[in-house]
């Protein structure tokens, strides 16, 4: 995926590059803008996300990108400890 194309998206879907990054779990903007600038390259992962995302209607592209931010949290969250016993 280009960096034209991942840019293209992203404005399409409205968004920043510091909200695209949180949606992809990316370390932050500067990711987002090395890609877009093809300094460096999506990972495999991280392109066929933006691919899914384009192909949906909106309204499910909102929902999905909820999703994502869910579970990025979800997993930020330190691990509980099951009692002994």
């Not at 879907?13 to 600038?37: F, Y």
């Not at 495999?44 to 995302?53: C, S």
């Amino acid at each position: 995926m280009k960096g034209a194309e991942f840019k293209a998206i992203r404005e399409c879907l409205g968004l920043t590059q510091d909200e695209m990054a949180e949606v992809l779990c990316l370390s932050g903007k500067r990711v987002v803008s090395n890609i877009e600038c093809d300094v460096r390259k999506p990972s495999k992962l991280t392109a066929v996300i933006m691919m899914y995302l384009d192909r949906l209607p909106r309204l499910r592209s909102k929902e999905f990108q909820k999703h994502l931010k869910a579970l990025n949290e979800e997993y930020d969250k330190p691990a509980r400890r099951k009692p002994n016993g």
